[in-house]
């Protein structure tokens, strides 16, 4: 396509435009007992356009102008709650969904307005949610959401920048857990770390998420091992009255995603069963092998979600997602130092994961509650490997090739009783574990396999009190397993609680506190370790504990909009210390590894703390945007029992993003992210010499030194069209638009000459360039939905 051709198709686009209306629809229901609330309003906020809900709770509004709107449904006796920033378009609007919450006593005249801000009385504070408009246009996200999650309140970046690790509030990389619609997920990234969780790329599709939200403390008690971290992804479900679609193109892949009704047998109503499904491809390899590159990062993923409503009362939902990843190397046609250096120094992976589930609600016929049971089965094969020549994978140093596999059940019952909410349930989980592990250097070499059952069990409260001026949560959770020897049930009692006090009558003002105790598992690698006596040296570990206490204040301003004050304190304890290097391992497994593998000891301790100023806007006045300020501590003791700071301990976090609506469809957005200077851990030359490829770092050294401060700044624009059968959304951004460098720490490789020869004897040398590092990076990318 020559510049003309592409002239006049943008100017096709621009001009050819078929309509100027689009619809939406969806369902309103009653939050307790989920069953429809016939005769619900539903409005566009600022608009007369507004319709009533059928006696099975759906609505349809037809003839809307396209732009964002804030959608409210109100129902009498109900409080009210708006979805913000709805996009119409002609096509590939999603359904929506409303639950609605019965007010107990309410004045006449009186309107009561839902928070939009996802707070619920088992997590008053500390809590951050995202709709998928949001995420779909936030700046160098490229629609990946656990990018977008980074730039939360209180997340550190990772080093380098370009991890999707999600550390929160000092805390480790793998202290978070991952939940989609109720089903566990171990891992969301590529290329994942096992042991942790984080990668380059996220995995989660943004088609099908409804909204992401983020709690940083006053977890639920029906979620086990979270230390830092709760991540919840709520899928939507598929259009239940057409057939639809997307196909995505953005920064690193192309994807399409299908939608729609499933034997359908009256076409006049929605269909009881709709579908989801996705498949996306990575064009990485291609692009960096154009521009000369030495990694080959290709990936695969797929996604999937079948919902069934046997009737009013019983849904069943099928959901899955997997990954199929490969990275690789070759040599570059010309030499280049630090391309060397990392064509000897990046592990090859060949990794593939799969999460599978089926889960089934019941809703009880008495509108008092409902029961969930989930059957799950996840699997991650992993073959991380270091070699003497990665381009022709000879000469092993290092190879971990392993598998986990986790079948797990899950049941919970709620149910309300006078002003009570209680919720009560367990969790089994069949695991297993093989690991092939050689590492030369250490003289580690050992196979070993694990067969086990982890349990748990919780039970819950809630209700308000003083004229619903207060809410109080009361939880308690145990959990144990039979392979671990180095605690039990009654070590693992886990009890926390939770409330949030309006100040005033309008609860514009509202103190929230919660204090909470909380376990976490040690890893598969950790447990699954072998001396070479073919002992396993971890089989003692203590569940890592954490002991949160939180306080704030919070000032809604406007419905849309407020501001919050928090300070934070958690106090580890077992916290697994690595033997070989005398570290905690919490200032580990933020980069391409393999955390836990390694002999360790349940004796360190932490404490991480702080405070957290952040204001959130919603969509108004065609403004919306989120602005955060944490300043925290963090340290852990190692081998030594002295307290060092951790990696992520920056002291000062600041991110903050925000978008205009501009006329015409347009949308103009940014975000800024900061980060003080992080310690980081420098190169043992001596031992790196000795092992490399494998660079050795000092860990005794942790807290000498430090990286310089973090600064990211990102902007886009988003141009819609809209035709008759099809929506087109363009988008552009520059990542880095200030220019700023990106802080990494110095690299090494081995001498060589002009040639690529290795100078005799041998020795390292930095190879760390700034070239390149401080460039923007503009790039596009569309969504076409049909």
């Given at each position: ?33 989920q ?47 708006t979805l913000y ?13 409303f639950e609605?919450?019965e ?42 959401i ?5 730039s ?6 990772s ?27 171990p ?8 042991g ?13 998420v ?12 029906e ?7 709760v ?14 679609g ?30 989801l ?22 990936y695969?993923d ?18 899955g997602i ?14 280049d130092?630090?391309q060397?250096?990392?064509?000897d ?5 060949d ?24 059957l ?8 991380f490997?270091r ?14 090739d ?15 009783s006078?002003q ?54 009361l ?8 392979f ?88 580890y ?22 955390l ?17 100023f ?6 108004s ?32 976090l ?12 347009w ?12 310690p ?30 973090f ?5 886009r624009?988003?141009k ?51 070239e390149?590092?401080?460039?923007p ?9 049909f």
């Amino acid at each position: 396509m020559n510049k003309f051709h592409f002239l006049g198709f943008l100017f096709f686009i621009a001009f050819a435009q078929a309509q100027n209306t689009g619809s939406l629809s969806g369902r309103i229901l009653d939050l307790q007992s989920q069953q429809p609330l016939p005769g619900a309003t539903l409005l566009l906020e600022g608009t007369g356009i507004g319709v009533v809900t059928d006696e099975e709770g759906y609505f349809t509004v037809n003839e809307i102008p396209y732009k964002s709107y804030n959608v409210i449904a109100s129902f009498l006796g109900y409080e009210s709650e708006t979805l913000y920033n709805v996009i119409v378009k002609s096509v590939g609007n999603r359904p929506l969904l409303f639950e609605l919450e019965e007010v107990v006593e309410t004045l006449d005249e009186v309107v009561i307005v839902r928070s939009p801000f996802r707070t619920t009385r088992d997590t008053p504070l500390s809590t951050q949610s995202f709709s998928a408009v949001e995420i779909e246009t936030y700046p160098g996200g490229n629609n990946d959401i656990t990018k977008v999650v980074q730039s939360m309140p209180g997340i550190s970046p990772s080093i380098g920048g370009f991890r999707n690790d999600i550390i929160i509030r000092g805390g480790a990389p793998n202290e978070t857990v991952y939940y989609l619609d109720g089903i566990e997920i171990p891992n969301i990234n590529h290329f994942s770390t096992q042991g942790s969780a984080g990668g380059p790329v996220g995995m989660i599709n943004v088609s099908f998420v409804r909204d992401v939200t983020l709690s940083s403390s006053a977890f639920g008690a029906e979620y086990d091992n979270p230390l830092s971290g709760v991540l919840a992804f709520e899928q939507r479900e598929g259009n239940a009255n057409e057939f639809g679609g997307n196909f995505r193109f953005g920064a690193s892949e192309a994807g399409i995603t299908l939608e729609g009704p499933l034997f359908r047998k009256d076409k006049e109503r929605p269909a009881n069963t709709t579908f989801l499904f996705s498949v996306r491809r990575s064009y990485l390899q291609f692009l960096f092998e154009l521009i000369g590159l030495p990694i080959r990062p290709d990936y695969w993923d797929y996604q999937w979600k079948i919902k069934h409503e046997i009737d009013k009362y019983n849904s069943l939902t099928f959901i899955g997602i997997g990954a199929i990843d490969d990275f690789s190397v070759k040599a570059p046609d010309e030499f280049d130092a630090e391309q060397q250096a990392t064509l000897d120094q990046v592990p090859i992976i060949d990794q593939r994961s799969t999460t599978v589930g089926l889960s089934w609600k019941r809703n009880y016929k008495n509108g008092k509650g409902f029961m969930m049971t989930a059957l799950s089965t996840n699997r991650l094969e992993n073959v991380f490997s270091r070699y003497e020549d990665n381009t022709t994978r000879t000469g092993t140093i290092f190879q971990n090739d392993s598998y986990e596999w986790e079948t797990k059940l899950r049941y919970q019952t709620t149910f309300y009783s006078d002003q009570w909410k209680w919720s009560s349930g367990f969790n089994i989980q069949q695991s297993s574990y093989q690991n092939n592990t050689i590492f030369n250097y250490y003289d580690i070499a050992y196979n070993t396999t694990l067969d086990f059952i982890k349990y748990g069990f919780f039970v819950k409260g809630s209700r308000k009190l003083f004229n619903d001026r207060m809410d109080l949560t009361l939880g308690l959770r145990t959990d144990a397993d039979s392979f671990s020897t180095g605690s039990n049930l009654m070590d693992n009692l886990s009890p926390r609680i939770a409330f949030s006090y309006a100040l005033t009558e309008n609860q514009q003002w509202k103190l929230n506190a919660t204090a909470g105790r909380y376990f976490k598992i040690p890893t598969y690698t950790m447990l699954g370790f072998q001396n070479e006596r073919s002992l396993f040296v971890n089989q003692e570990a203590s569940y890592v504990r954490s002991d949160h206490f939180v306080a704030g204040l919070e000032y809604n301003v406007t419905p849309s909009s407020r501001f919050t004050l928090e300070g934070f304190v958690k106090n580890y304890s077992n916290y697994p210390v690595s033997v070989v290097d005398g570290v905690s391992l919490a200032n580990k497994g933020g980069g391409f590894e393999v955390l836990g593998n390694e002999e360790i000891v349940s004796e360190g301790t932490g404490q991480s703390s702080g405070l957290e100023f952040l204001f959130q806007q919603k969509l108004s006045n065609n403004f919306y945007g989120v602005f955060a300020y944490t300043y925290f501590f963090s340290e852990f003791t190692g081998l030594d029992q002295r307290s060092r700071p951790s990696v992520w301990d920056s002291r000062h976090l600041i991110s903050f993003t925000g978008g205009y609506k501009l006329k015409r469809n347009w949308e103009l957005s940014a975000r800024w992210r900061f980060a003080g200077k992080n310690p980081y851990v420098p190169t043992d030359l001596e031992a790196s010499l000795e092992a490399y490829p494998e660079i050795i770092l000092d860990y005794y050294r942790l807290g000498e030194v430090k990286l310089n401060a973090f600064n990211l700044a990102d902007i886009r624009i988003d141009k819609k069209w809209n035709f008759e059968k099809l929506s087109f959304n363009f988008f552009f951004e520059i990542q880095n638009f200030l220019g700023q460098p990106n802080p990494t720490p110095e690299e090494y490789g081995l001498n060589r000459n002009a040639s690529g020869e290795v100078i005799l004897p041998r020795s390292l040398v930095s190879v760390s360039t700034d070239e390149g590092n401080s460039s923007p990076l503009p790039s596009f990318g569309f969504v076409l939905y049909f």
